[in-house]
């Protein structure tokens, strides 16, 4: 496990290739062992393909417009539209979507609980954990993926059509059509710290 991790990377370039449905239900149920506290399991797993994948793209493209025309939660960062809009291309190569969305999430609102905050940090902690099952799982089929965040450029969008709960994150699947050389890391004594 330890030089899978090593080996997983970030691909943006995928082979006009599909994925089986058997090796596509493997990475996903790798996301269904990540842990989640007191064992919620917080996600739901929706996956998108040909015709969906299409309706998608045309949201996330709406989503950037929208954005770019100065409406929206980031309207007011357009240093991050060509990044967004390079992220889209990436997405309309990849044969495989999946949106990762918590069914019982909710709207992050100024008025929470303490307890509230703690259970949907949690959850999106466990989120977070299935969604690198699921890129190692699939590195080490040689498949590729990419963990992608620019989807709150057309966040309502594409949570109005999704339908199902707070939409959390996104990933592309598919096979690479590049070797992408691993980024550099901060050195360990930048983050790691022992106290006694």
Not at 168 to 190: I, Q, T, W
Request: glycine share 8%; charged share 25%.
């Amino acid at each position: 496990m330890y030089n899978l991790i090593f080996k997983r990377r970030s691909v943006r370039f995928f082979k006009d290739t599909d994925i089986s449905k058997v090796d596509m239900r493997e990475i996903l149920r790798a996301g269904m062992w990540a842990p989640s506290a007191k064992n919620r399991q917080p996600w739901k797993f929706i996956v998108v393909k040909g015709e969906s994948k299409k309706t998608a793209l045309a949201l996330m493209e709406k989503g950037i417009e929208r954005s770019e025309k100065g409406e929206g939660v980031l309207a007011g960062a357009p240093e991050l539209f060509t990044n967004a809009r390079f992220t889209l291309q990436c997405m309309k190569q990849a044969p495989v979507l999946v949106f990762i969305v918590n069914p019982q999430g909710r709207p992050l609102t100024d008025n929470w609980t303490a307890a509230e905050k703690i259970h949907e940090l949690s959850d999106v902690q466990a989120i977070g954990a299935a969604a690198e099952n699921m890129a190692l799982q699939a590195t080490s089929m040689g498949i590729g993926s990419l963990w992608i965040g620019n989807i709150f450029f057309a966040y309502d969008e594409l949570h109005d059509w999704l339908g199902e709960g707070e939409m959390v994150m996104a990933m592309s699947f598919g096979y690479p059509n590049h070797n992408p050389c691993p980024l550099a890391r901060k050195s360990e004594d930048d983050v790691i710290e022992v106290r006694l």
